[in-house]
């Protein structure tokens, strides 16, 4: 029987006349787990979305009732795996049949069987009783997992001036009891996971040759094996793979990834599309298709080339039989000069007359217009230049061979405006501006530069598409209908409402604002710091994602440290002691960096006991484990509260705490109850004497003078 209980009260019979006297003995609740402390319940080795449970046992040793305040998971690193349930219905008791008294507020359902934190009906133990509690480990995460279940009993409060006595207790030593829950998620099956699924190489000039990476990656717990990937051989001209790097044994463990390259190489500048074949032995995921695009569909940063004609002029008149030379300079925005197509024709005749690609990058174009090619009389040179997305830039000039300007052409341009000119298809439309004639090439300004009776067409200020806007009024492709300002955005990577926004509000979309969506490479996009640019941690996830966990290509990754994990709190074996008397103290700490093999662990003394004489209080304030000594005097005061605190550090500087509370008393009690029973009949009439309860309950000693000493802060 335990000597160290805060307060002892003795029952005793205040009695006028003479009774026969019966005296029974009560210990007070003892609280007990069936496992605690450094006493790790393991809950197995499940594989993530599996369960497993195992029972415990608390336990109300004494046999005095025990107030159940708290059990609940604590928040430790792995308390998301785990969960417990009971059910107050399955005390059961080694006396008799005690009725369980509940001491909640609020009526508790009889079939309600799950017990949370938030929901928490206080409940009694009778003594000699238990209750099982069911932990549950239910992995949603891989590794050795841990977490801690608190259990802490109460004595009923009882109102102001109520001097009888409680109808249940808490342990009088230790109050409150931890245990250490451990579960290991084992690994499952594989998961393939092909990353992008599409590879859009945008618009490329014919020679160039652009290269995406595909990352494989096994997303899954358990091995998994894959084939090599598969081109589509009708078009494997202008597409390539390279397996240089990919994995060689076409095998990965669980979270590992491997790549392999794709390359375009554009025959022409026409569309041109493809796919990659994988197969794997997820059964979720047997077959899986990566598809492949260049030049397709249009650019939304394009904008046409430009052409400026050098020589000769508007109106040249080429008087010999030699080729006629034509010197001009072509550039565009987005891609090299010498990869536009340029031709020139003869609109007025409807032929084209030679090709004008430039050869450099200065984009000098010198054509020889052989005269074989040439009519007699005038006619209109037009240069036409257009790109890989075909937008296209012309300019033009008239010229005149073996042949003097028509006495009726005002403007100069060797076209007139006679009835004849009309009958020939040669009127000039507008005989006062040079710049208007024939096959002209037509600029946005409003006029009919070409006389074919539209004004403006293919340029910027038309609406070529036929949606009713142009480009200048915010159509951002005219070229097709279903984009202008407003328009309702689809997920086919245009911006279609011109907003600046690609496939906004799609699947398509960049969902946490990282610059990257799925299509382009985000392995993760409601997580914006994982994306083909972040930075990559050597924290077990893919962040870069290229399906390499913790590499960067060749240097490795950038060190991550996991502070230590205390579980549980601090762990004492006694919190109510006597003047003088020891308990033990000790922590369970879940490091994953170190393994526990670098941590240092500190103690560190209550302010309030140095002033007690001097007293110290931890033997061994460097070590996991302490003995933690009460002061062998209170100053005069009846009892005090004590503070113990630990600090744990590992070799990287990071800290995990925890604190708890010590009550010494002066003196030391029986914690035990001596009930004298008079209920029997009086031997003798005396007055005073009388039926009713024949047991009295005087106190002995009550708790006035506990005097509770300063908390250190952590």
Same mark, same amino acid.
């Given at each position: 029987?335990h000597q160290?209980?805060?307060y002892t009260?003795?029952?005793?019979a205040?009695?006028?006349?003479?009774t026969p006297?019966?005296t029974?003995?009560?210990d007070?609740?003892?609280l007990h787990?069936?496992?605690?402390?450094l006493?790790?319940?393991?809950?197995g080795e499940n594989?993530?979305?599996e369960s497993?449970?195992r029972t415990?046992l608390?336990?109300?040793l004494g046999?005095l009732?025990?107030?159940?305040?708290?059990?609940?998971?604590?928040?430790d690193?792995?308390?998301a795996?785990f969960?417990?349930?009971?059910d107050?219905?399955?005390?059961?008791c080694?006396?008799?049949?005690?009725?369980?008294?509940?001491t909640?507020?609020?009526?508790k359902?009889s079939t309600?069987?799950?017990?949370?934190?938030t929901?928490?009906?206080?409940f009694?133990?009778?003594g000699?009783c238990?209750l099982?509690?069911?932990?549950?480990?239910?992995?949603?995460?891989?590794?050795?997992?841990?977490a801690?279940?608190?259990?802490?009993?109460f004595?009923?409060v009882?109102?102001e001036?109520d001097?009888?006595?409680?109808?249940?207790y808490?342990d009088?030593?230790?109050?409150?009891?931890a245990?250490i829950?451990r579960g290991s998620a084992?690994a499952?099956?594989?998961?393939?996971?092909?990353?992008?699924?599409?590879?859009?190489f945008?618009?490329?000039?014919t020679g160039?040759?652009?290269?995406?990476?595909?990352f494989i990656?096994?997303?899954?717990d358990?091995h998994?094996?894959?084939?090599?990937?598969t081109?589509?051989?009708?078009?494997a001209?202008?597409?390539?793979?390279?397996?240089?790097?990919?994995?060689?044994?076409?095998s990965?463990a669980?979270?590992v990834g491997t790549l392999f390259?794709v390359s375009?190489t554009p025959?022409?500048t026409?569309?041109?599309?493809?796919?990659?074949?994988?197969e794997?032995?997820?059964?979720?995921?047997?077959?899986?298709?990566?598809n492949?695009?260049?030049?397709m569909g249009?650019?939304?940063h394009?904008?046409?080339p430009?052409v400026?004609i050098?020589s000769?002029?508007?109106g040249?008149?080429?008087?010999t039989e030699?080729?006629?030379?034509?010197?001009?300079?072509?550039?565009d925005?987005?891609?090299?000069?010498y990869?536009?197509?340029?031709h020139?024709?003869?609109?007025?005749?409807?032929a084209t007359?030679a090709?004008?690609?430039?050869?450099?990058?200065?984009?000098?174009?010198s054509v020889?217009?052989?005269?074989?090619?040439?009519?007699?009389?005038?006619?209109t040179m037009?240069?036409?230049v257009?790109?890989?997305?075909?937008?296209?830039g012309q300019?033009s000039?008239?010229v005149?061979?073996l042949?003097s300007?028509?006495?009726?052409?005002?403007d100069?341009d060797g076209f007139s405006?006679?009835?004849?000119?009309?009958?020939?298809?040669?009127?000039?439309c507008d005989d006062t501006n040079p710049?208007v004639?024939?096959?002209g090439?037509?600029?946005?300004?409003?006029? +009919? @530069? #070409?006389? %074919?009776?539209? *004004? !403006? $067409?293919y340029t910027?200020?038309? =609406?070529? &598409?036929g949606?009713?806007v142009n480009e200048?009024e915010g159509?951002c492709?005219d070229t097709?209908a279903g984009t202008?300002p407003g328009a309702p955005e689809q997920a086919d990577?245009? +911006? @279609? #409402?011109c %907003?600046?926004? *690609? !496939? $906004?509000?799609?699947?398509?979309y =960049?969902g &946490?604002g990282d610059?990257?969506?799925?299509?382009?490479?985000d392995c993760?996009?409601?997580?914006?710091e994982r994306n083909?640019t972040?930075?990559?941690y050597?924290?077990?996830? +893919? @962040? #870069?994602?290229d399906?390499l *966990? !913790?590499?960067?290509d060749?240097?490795?990754?950038?060190?991550i440290?996991?502070p230590?994990q205390?579980?549980?709190?601090?762990?004492?074996?006694?919190?109510s002691l006597v003047?003088?008397?020891?308990?033990?103290?000790t922590?369970f700490? @879940? #490091?994953i960096?170190?393994?526990n093999?670098?941590l240092?662990?500190e103690?560190q003394?209550d302010?309030?006991?140095?002033a007690?004489?001097?007293h110290?209080?931890?033997?061994s304030?460097?070590?996991?484990t302490i003995?933690w000594?009460?002061?062998?005097?209170?100053?005069?005061?009846?009892a005090?509260l004590?503070?113990i605190?630990m600090?744990?550090?590992d070799d990287d500087g990071h800290?995990?705490?925890?604190?708890?509370?010590i009550t010494?008393?002066?003196?030391a009690?029986?914690?035990?109850?001596?009930v004298?029973d008079?209920s029997?009949?009086p031997t003798?009439?005396s007055?005073?004497?009388?039926?009713?309860?024949?047991l009295?309950?005087?106190?002995?000693f009550?708790?006035?003078?506990?005097?509770?000493?300063?908390?250190?802060?952590p």
């Amino acid at each position: 029987m335990h000597q160290l209980f805060p307060y002892t009260l003795t029952l005793l019979a205040i009695v006028g006349c003479e009774t026969p006297q019966q005296t029974q003995t009560l210990d007070y609740p003892v609280l007990h787990l069936s496992s605690s402390g450094l006493d790790v319940v393991s809950l197995g080795e499940n594989e993530i979305g599996e369960s497993s449970t195992r029972t415990i046992l608390l336990e109300n040793l004494g046999d005095l009732d025990m107030g159940i305040a708290n059990i609940s998971l604590q928040d430790d690193s792995g308390g998301a795996n785990f969960s417990i349930d009971f059910d107050t219905e399955n005390i059961a008791c080694t006396l008799a049949d005690t009725d369980i008294v509940d001491t909640s507020t609020t009526t508790k359902d009889s079939t309600e069987t799950d017990t949370t934190v938030t929901d928490f009906d206080t409940f009694v133990i009778p003594g000699g009783c238990r209750l099982p509690i069911d932990l549950t480990f239910s992995p949603i995460e891989s590794g050795e997992l841990y977490a801690s279940m608190v259990v802490e009993s109460f004595t009923e409060v009882l109102a102001e001036n109520d001097t009888s006595r409680p109808n249940y207790y808490k342990d009088p030593h230790n109050h409150k009891r931890a245990t250490i829950l451990r579960g290991s998620a084992l690994a499952g099956e594989g998961r393939l996971n092909v990353s992008p699924r599409f590879v859009d190489f945008g618009h490329m000039w014919t020679g160039e040759q652009e290269t995406a990476q595909v990352f494989i990656r096994n997303d899954g717990d358990g091995h998994l094996t894959f084939s090599e990937p598969t081109l589509d051989p009708d078009c494997a001209d202008e597409f390539s793979i390279d397996m240089t790097v990919l994995d060689s044994d076409l095998s990965l463990a669980g979270g590992v990834g491997t790549l392999f390259e794709v390359s375009f190489t554009p025959a022409d500048t026409t569309g041109s599309q493809c796919s990659i074949t994988m197969e794997s032995d997820d059964p979720n995921n047997p077959t899986i298709e990566v598809n492949l695009q260049g030049n397709m569909g249009v650019d939304p940063h394009n904008t046409p080339p430009t052409v400026e004609i050098l020589s000769p002029g508007i109106g040249y008149q080429h008087g010999t039989e030699d080729d006629l030379i034509i010197e001009a300079r072509i550039y565009d925005g987005q891609q090299p000069p010498y990869s536009l197509n340029c031709h020139v024709e003869s609109p007025v005749r409807n032929a084209t007359l030679a090709s004008c690609s430039a050869t450099d990058d200065t984009g000098y174009v010198s054509v020889s217009i052989p005269a074989d090619y040439l009519e007699e009389g005038i006619d209109t040179m037009l240069m036409s230049v257009s790109d890989q997305g075909s937008l296209r830039g012309q300019a033009s000039f008239t010229v005149m061979w073996l042949d003097s300007p028509p006495a009726e052409d005002n403007d100069g341009d060797g076209f007139s405006d006679t009835d004849a000119d009309l009958e020939l298809g040669t009127y000039d439309c507008d005989d006062t501006n040079p710049e208007v004639y024939p096959g002209g090439a037509e600029v946005y300004d409003g006029v +009919d @530069n #070409d006389c %074919d009776n539209a *004004v !403006d $067409e293919y340029t910027l200020g038309a =609406d070529d &598409d036929g949606d009713s806007v142009n480009e200048f009024e915010g159509d951002c492709d005219d070229t097709y209908a279903g984009t202008y300002p407003g328009a309702p955005e689809q997920a086919d990577q245009r +911006d @279609n #409402d011109c %907003d600046g926004l *690609v !496939d $906004e509000g799609t699947a398509n979309y =960049d969902g &946490d604002g990282d610059g990257y969506s799925l299509i382009n490479g985000d392995c993760d996009d409601q997580d914006p710091e994982r994306n083909p640019t972040a930075v990559e941690y050597c924290d077990g996830f +893919d @962040n #870069d994602c290229d399906y390499l *966990v !913790d590499h960067a290509d060749d240097e490795g990754c950038e060190p991550i440290v996991f502070p230590p994990q205390i579980v549980g709190g601090c762990l004492l074996e006694d919190r109510s002691l006597v003047v003088g008397q020891s308990t033990t103290a000790t922590v369970f700490v @879940n #490091d994953i960096d170190s393994q526990n093999n670098n941590l240092v662990f500190e103690w560190q003394e209550d302010i309030d006991i140095s002033a007690l004489g001097g007293h110290i209080a931890v033997n061994s304030p460097f070590s996991q484990t302490i003995t933690w000594t009460a002061p062998s005097t209170l100053d005069g005061a009846s009892a005090a509260l004590f503070t113990i605190y630990m600090t744990v550090t590992d070799d990287d500087g990071h800290q995990d705490w925890c604190f708890d509370e010590i009550t010494v008393y002066s003196e030391a009690f029986d914690d035990t109850w001596e009930v004298i029973d008079t209920s029997a009949t009086p031997t003798q009439d005396s007055e005073g004497c009388g039926g009713g309860d024949a047991l009295v309950l005087v106190p002995i000693f009550g708790l006035a003078g506990l005097r509770r000493r300063r908390k250190r802060q952590p």
